[in-house]
């Protein structure tokens, strides 16, 4: 197992922003986060449903309660690439996230090999959790590739305060293997960014007032569930030709 944080437990707001809006806000963010070590980085995901995508119709439905399972990677990658299988909740706005790590070529041999249900990825707890998951909505399969470049800002001095902008956030579902990435359909405008403030406490009252004053205001936004949306418009807007 890696030094990667494994379980994570926070309130995650999400807004979209316009690039003036995004320039307008930096300022007042530099003072209270920085940007943190990685810069701008690829985040490479597959997420598994059911062949009917009942996780994704149950995200597009805004409940109190859901969960979602995908596969992770950074950057390229490659067989020995670090990769992550995580299992994401959310209930009652606050979210949370556990995953296990491994290199890709084994956690996707593992979430994409028959009787997968049968057997854990390794002997901890978190794993055992993923393969409850597994067993409980059965037939998991890769459904949707989402990709997206992501600026991910931390707190100067609340280490548990993360700002991260995403752009260029696509999706596809053809060849579903990280390692041979593909272009997909963008699912934000030109000049658009989905930022995402993670806090384990309270929003500082600066930025707040700054997110006010800006007209930048939370908005209900899965990516996941944007990208199992606009997948069904294509599929439905193709039958009416």
């Not at 696509?170 to 989905?194: C, E, F, I, N, V």
Request: with cysteine; proline share 4%; charged share 25%.
């Amino acid at each position: 197992m890696s030094v990667y944080k494994e379980v994570f437990k926070r309130t995650e707001i999400k807004y979209l922003l316009s690039e003036e809006q995004l320039n307008g806000l930096m300022p007042c963010l530099e003072t209270i986060a920085r940007v943190d070590e990685y810069g701008l980085t690829r985040i490479n995901n597959i997420y598994f449903d059911t062949p009917d995508y009942r996780l994704a119709k149950i995200s597009m439905d805004k409940p109190l309660y859901k969960e979602k399972l995908r596969l992770r990677t950074y950057g390229p990658t490659g067989d020995d690439s670090d990769s992550f299988i995580e299992i994401k909740k959310k209930f009652a706005g606050i979210v949370y996230k556990r995953r296990i790590s491994g290199r890709y070529s084994d956690t996707y041999s593992y979430l994409t090999q028959p009787g997968v249900s049968e057997k854990c990825f390794d002997p901890t707890q978190i794993s055992k959790e993923i393969c409850e998951f597994i067993k409980l909505y059965g037939g998991l399969k890769p459904a949707m590739c989402i990709c997206y470049d992501r600026i991910a800002m931390a707190g100067l001095w609340d280490e548990g305060f993360r700002v991260t902008f995403d752009s260029n956030i696509a999706w596809y579902t053809g060849y579903m293997d990280l390692r041979h990435p593909m272009s997909g359909q963008k699912l934000l405008k030109d000049g658009q960014y989905l930022m995402e403030i993670k806090v384990n406490n309270a929003m500082p009252m600066g930025l707040a007032r700054k997110l006010s004053e800006l007209a930048i205001f939370p908005v209900s936004f899965s990516k996941y569930g944007s990208g199992y949306a606009d997948m069904k418009k294509r599929s439905e807007s193709l039958c009416l030709i």
